[in-house]
């Protein structure tokens, strides 16, 4: 086959083809008696089963899946493999905390509610049924985040502040470490609130889907290709 023949079964260009064998995620091709590149079905394989892995694993592990395909370092290929797997299933874990934990957050004031008041460390803490040394443990761990008072440098825990102490506390009481919740207050802020935070899960979880079924794909376009790899040896 030639480049063109590769390239036009993926809506290719022959340069980005050529491209791809420079980078060695194609193996060397032949060559004509005119020095035309010539390509064989293991190429054609190769360059299927590339495009399909860098849909779930991404462009620079599925080159160097395709490179220790190339050589013969299975041991490489695998580890590959299963560092991707791995590193999703962990986003995914994390995922599911952080649904955990929001399905926690009974205490949220309804919408129609005006927002908590502005109070102190001791008001705070008298409120939640706390000793003052916990929060300030909690802000040293990144959970709160309190303003200063700009005449005595007292902390003020404005609504915002006041919504994830509350939220730390039921954490906490659920059994959660700290670096968890801070994660999960730090997704709070980042989505603008628990609402928005839901919309952000399901968004998320769907990636997350695409991503493992896109994996699955690949893999099947390896298989292939390390089929006819090995047969051609």
């Known amino acids: 086959m030639r480049p063109v023949d590769l390239a036009r079964e993926h809506g290719l260009s022959t340069q980005a083809v050529r491209n791809y064998e420079d980078e060695r995620i194609l193996p060397p091709a032949g060559r004509s008696e005119s020095g035309y590149r010539q390509y064989s079905a293991a190429h ?12 779930g694993f991404g462009h620079r592990t599925a080159t160097a899946i395709l ?6 370092d299975d041991d490489t290929l695998f580890r590959l493999v ?20 929001l399905d926690t957050l009974t205490t949220d004031p309804p919408p129609h509610e005006a927002p908590s008041p502005s109070l102190s460390i001791g008001a705070l803490a008298h409120q939640l049924g706390m000793h003052p040394a916990s929060l300030r443990k909690w802000e040293r ?7 200063r008072d700009p005449a005595t440098g007292h902390r003020v825990y404005h609504p ?9 506390r039921q954490l906490r009481r659920g059994g959660y ?6 994660g999960f207050v730090d997704q709070l802020r980042e989505a603008g609130g628990p ?38 040896r």
Do not use: K, N
């Open 44 to 55: 054609a394989q190769a360059l299927r089963s590339f495009l399909a892995l860098r849909r």
């Open 141 to 147: 761990a990144g959970i709160l985040r309190p303003h």
């Open 195 to 232: 609402a928005a935070l839901r919309e952000l899960l399901h968004q998320w979880r769907a990636r997350i889907a695409r991503r493992s079924g896109a994996m699955l794909a690949g893999g099947r376009e390896l298989e292939g290709y390390l089929d006819l790899r090995d047969r051609g």
């Open 160 to 168: 915002d502040a006041v919504r994830d102490a509350r939220i730390a």
């Open 82 to 101: 299963d560092r991707a797997h791995a590193a999703l299933l962990h986003e995914r874990d994390t995922l599911d905390e952080v649904a955990a934990a």
């Open 67 to 72: 490179r220790a395909a190339h050589g013969g």
């Open 177 to 182: 470490p700290l670096p968890h919740i801070r």
